[in-house]
């Protein structure tokens, strides 16, 4: 146990560090794979200080937590028009988007992804799309990075009736969400959140559902925001639910969404697992940035607390090993 808490607090203060440093912020959409230009349908972020543009929204009770900081009830400056069942592309960057190596978002960050759906206006949201898996430690921010930042799998529900909507893109990086915002404001989760203007043609009969409001829709005590990233260290692997409403599958589009996720989520994890079938990466790397090598390995043991102590004594035997050598 002695052992466990020496390590997450190593790992915790990587992570204090790199605070300030690049965190994520949408700069452009695609529908059907078509750009549609820089910071064209998005409403524009807070400009009275820089920094909001890239940074969290932390208080899930705020305005703010609906689309960024003092962006509850603003508009884009234009709707781009999105066919029912078409594809929404969201692209996320840390810096600029003309930097080829931009880091999408900071290593340290690490949560899942949802995609929520309102009328225009409304602040009535309909989770449309979630990538909520952490198998293996790799989330959807891993995976972003991987794609160089593009959120992608969302589609527009087919049938869904025409007009004008809101959608609510949102990470959460749970990097600090092992302390609850409300007793500790300086840590907590770290919400990501852009909102598109779109308008839906050629679209059916299909209404949205009563939706959530934001706030209203999450509670800092959430599992699912409350959540220690840490706790099952090396694994990252505790179970995970994401907060607010399960994802809106209408009959008439299940088959058109449930698709994209699933693919998207099964190749991840198998990239992990290629990974980490050699051990020596555990050993050789700090605790502090292991995330990837040990993550598979150990996975299923690290579930019951004495299995857990074994994997780390074993791990620290080999780095004490590979030092006296
Ligand atoms: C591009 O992004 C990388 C990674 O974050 C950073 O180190 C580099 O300074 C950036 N380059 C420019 C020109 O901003
Ligand atoms: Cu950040």
New binding site residues.
């Given amino acids: 146990m002695k052992l466990i808490a020496a390590l997450s607090t190593a790992v915790l203060a990587s992570t204090f560090s790199s605070i300030v440093e ?1 965190h994520t912020y949408v700069t452009n959409f695609y529908v059907n794979g078509v750009d549609q230009g820089n910071d064209v349908c998005i409403r524009p972020y807070f400009v009275g200080q820089d920094h909001w543009k890239n940074f969290p929204i932390k208080d899930v009770r705020s305005d703010d937590i609906r689309c960024g900081k003092n962006n509850a009830n603003t508009a884009a400056a234009k709707s781009c028009s999105v066919p029912a069942g078409g594809s929404l592309t969201i692209e996320w960057h ?3 988007r ?6 999408i978002i900071h290593e340290s960050h690490h949560g899942p992804c949802m995609v929520y759906l309102s009328p225009a206006g409304k602040n009535s949201w309909v989770k449309i799309w979630e990538d909520a898996a952490n198998t293996g430690g790799v989330w959807c921010t891993d995976r972003l990075k991987k794609k160089r930042g593009k959120m992608d799998g969302v589609v527009v529900p087919r049938g869904l009736a025409n007009g004008k909507y809101d959608v609510r893109a949102e990470i959460i990086a749970h990097h600090e969400s092992d302390a609850n915002y409300l007793e500790n404001s300086a840590r907590g989760a770290q919400f990501y959140i852009a909102c598109l203007s779109i308008t839906v043609t050629n679209g059916g009969s299909t209404s949205l559902p009563a939706g959530v409001a934001f706030p209203g829709a999450y509670k800092a005590t959430d599992k699912g925001i409350h959540y220690n990233l840490y706790s099952n260290w090396p694994t990252f692997d505790a179970p995970y639910t994401a907060p607010g409403p399960k994802v809106w599958k209408p009959s008439a589009v299940a088959a058109t969404t449930a698709k994209p996720a699933a693919t998207t989520t099964k190749k991840a994890v198998t990239t992990t697992r290629k990974a980490a079938t050699t051990r020596k990466p555990a050993a050789t790397k700090k605790p502090t940035t292991t995330r990837k090598p040990t993550a598979t390995t150990t996975r299923k043991p690290a579930t019951t607390p004495a299995k857990k102590v074994i994997v780390v004594k074993k791990i620290i035997k080999v780095v004490v090993v590979k030092k006296a050598a």
């Fill in positions: 690049a840390a810096g600029s003309a930097n080829a190596t931009d880091e």
